[in-house]
């Protein structure tokens, strides 16, 4: 996507480095990185230098190619493996991407492994940026229709949550390329962006959002329901980590209670996800799928820019109150109105995916 007149993906490699934007300081600052070792790869996935489903498995990919380089043996490839599948236990892709590294590497002669790898990487990098522009091309028509149902010119009011956007993959987003596509087609739009506590990645989606010039306004994660009570929201659309074989879907926490706010309302409830984030050997997202327990600390302080222009943190509780912090939800698919995927929109259910991916279904 298109920062101060440059267009940027969220991870690329250049000149035999590997670049990310350190998302750690967005929305204030834009800062780039190169990231190398493996220990700096999971460092940068652990912490959330790099973050979202699609992109923390395209960086796993990366730094798959960049240990290769060093050391191509079978075990520095188990090893990596291993350290970047310990880092994020929740979105399916890290562990898709890692897998699909390791059986494309593992039968290859060592010395071939680390120019696979980068291929593959790249790969990879180009599949999650078109699966997620193909999102936005069916999430679009969904879109189009509920402003068809409307006065000219009177925007559709969409509901996001987290950042499912350009930053969380390659580029385009999984929940916000069906925004950037109406805004591309000129079909009006406005985004309540949740705030999404603790870490506020809705600050990502708004920095986003307003760098394509999308008409946004920044709520409390607590607004939605109310919103919807309101009849303020036509569609709401989140991202997912990791999404059944039956269309229950894992996603930042605080979606469940947006999908119950959404069925209590009457409010059409998706969720923009490429093939790489289901998990065809889970089905009950509740009972299988982990979710990751982050430090107490992301609740209990918040990071910001200080009067003094500097980016700071501050403790929002007193001195010695813990912080609990479960990063994910699940909703089940009862409460989901459809799945946007690479393929299409389908019903969250076994038949619905069925439907968009019948070689599974066998
Ligand atoms: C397109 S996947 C985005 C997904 O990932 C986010 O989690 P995190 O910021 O902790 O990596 C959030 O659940 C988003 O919906």
Known sequence: MRVNGTDYRSIWDQDGQVKIIDQRWLPHEFRTVGIDSRDEFAT???????????LIGVTAAYGIAREMGRDSSDAALQAA??????????????????????????PLAPVDRAEAALALARRMADEDVECNRMIGVHGLELIREIAAKKPEGEPVRLLTHCNAGW?????????TSPMFHAKNAGIAVHVWVDE?????????????????????????????????????????????????????????IGTYLKALAAKDNGVPFYVGLPSSTIDWTVRDGLKEIPIEDRSGREVTHIQGTLED??????????????????????????????????????DASTEGLASLFPERSA
């Open 196 to 252: 999404t506590r603790p870490r506020n990645q809705g600050g990502l989606t708004a920095w986003e959002l307003g760098a394509h010039g999308v008409p946004h306004t920044y709520i409390t994660d607590n607004a939605g329901g109310h919103l919807m009570q309101e009849g303020m929201v036509d569609l709401v659309i989140t991202g997912t980590d990791r999404t059944t074989a039956q269309g229950d879907v894992c996603n930042k």
């Open 44 to 54: 940068a996935i652990r912490d959330m230098w790099v973050r979202g489903a699609p």
């Open 167 to 175: 930053l969380a993959t390659v580029d385009w987003g999984t929940a």
């Open 309 to 346: 222009g500097s980016i700071g943190c501050v403790r929002v509780t007193p001195e010695g109150t813990e912080g609990g912090n479960p990063a994910f939800d699940v909703t089940p698919a009862r409460l989901i109105t459809g799945l946007i995927t690479e393929h299409g929109v389908c």
């Open 81 to 106: 493996y291993e350290t970047f599948d310990a880092t994020r236990p929740t979105a399916i892709n890290l562990r898709w991407a890692l897998d699909r590294a390791r059986a494309e590497l593992m």
